[in-house]
């Protein structure tokens, strides 16, 4: 049996970063450990960081994935984590 590798793509845009997962991954996983993330449930990053993110969005299908962090900015008004 084959085996299916997993990868995840890192970019950096002008209101945040981009995760994208590629391979095994379940969209499901990802929006778990973004619910756990949000409710302090993790220890993904600091307290000092997660202060700065405005949002979390999760996009895609099982096998292709993203996340996305939204940065804090001060001409935008805050938004609610999107699950699409």
Do not use: H, W
């Amino acid at each position: 049996m084959e085996k299916t590798v997993k990868k995840a793509e890192v970019t950096k845009g002008l209101s945040g970063i981009k995760v994208a997962f590629s391979g095994g991954v379940e969209k499901q996983s990802v929006v778990s450990m973004v619910e756990r993330c949000q409710g302090g449930q993790c220890d993904c990053m600091s307290d000092e960081a997660k202060k700065k993110i405005e949002g979390l969005e999760v996009a895609g299908e099982n096998g292709s994935v993203e996340l996305n962090f939204l940065f804090y900015c001060r001409m935008r008004p805050l938004k609610r984590p999107q699950y699409v």
